[in-house]
């Protein structure tokens, strides 16, 4: 009886860090029908660290990326001057959902890339994720930033 007790001791402690988990800045979660992912990223927060974006980077791991978040939803375009990488560029609303999808966005190109409607949060990922993992429609942001009565309940 008394394992019993300590094995439910140690499930509980490891569910309050994992759900702790889905609460740090520096990843965020994407689900959807195809499943779910994980990606390590760099904040871009302000207007400096958004205007630099990943500019000037020459590689980012598989699973990394840049989230830009914006203070309220809005329009934006972005485009890729001074930028290295191929990248799939994933438009978010404020509640989290996936609004526009531009992949393989071609370095150095200055084509405006812009979100169809008020968007609040923006993922840069390596180019080619999105098909490989099925990104759709369906797909939802995780983050510690978005707006408290749409974080998941871990993050509560």
């Known amino acids: 009886m008394m394992r019993l007790i300590w094995i439910s001791a140690i499930s509980v402690v490891a569910s309050v860090e994992l759900a702790l988990a889905d609460c740090a800045k520096d990843h965020v979660h994407l ?29 980012i791991g598989q ?12 329009k934006v375009a972005f485009w890729m001057k001074n930028t290295l990488i191929y990248l799939d560029i994933l438009y978010f609303t404020a509640q989290g959902k996936l609004l526009d999808l531009h992949e393989n966005a071609i370095p150095g190109d200055l084509t405006p890339l812009r979100s169809s409607g008020p968007v609040q949060y923006v993922l840069e990922i390596n180019a080619g994720l999105a098909k490989t993992l099925k990104l759709g429609p369906d797909t939802v942001l995780i983050h510690a930033s978005l707006a408290q009565d749409e974080k998941t309940l871990t993050c509560k």
Do not use: N
């Open 31 to 59: 689900s959807g029908g195809w499943g779910t992912a994980q990606f390590a990223v760099k904040l871009a927060d302000d207007d400096a660290e958004r205007a630099q974006g990943l500019m000037y980077i020459d590689s």
């Open 63 to 74: 699973f990394s990326g840049m989230l830009f978040i914006y203070d309220a939803p809005q």
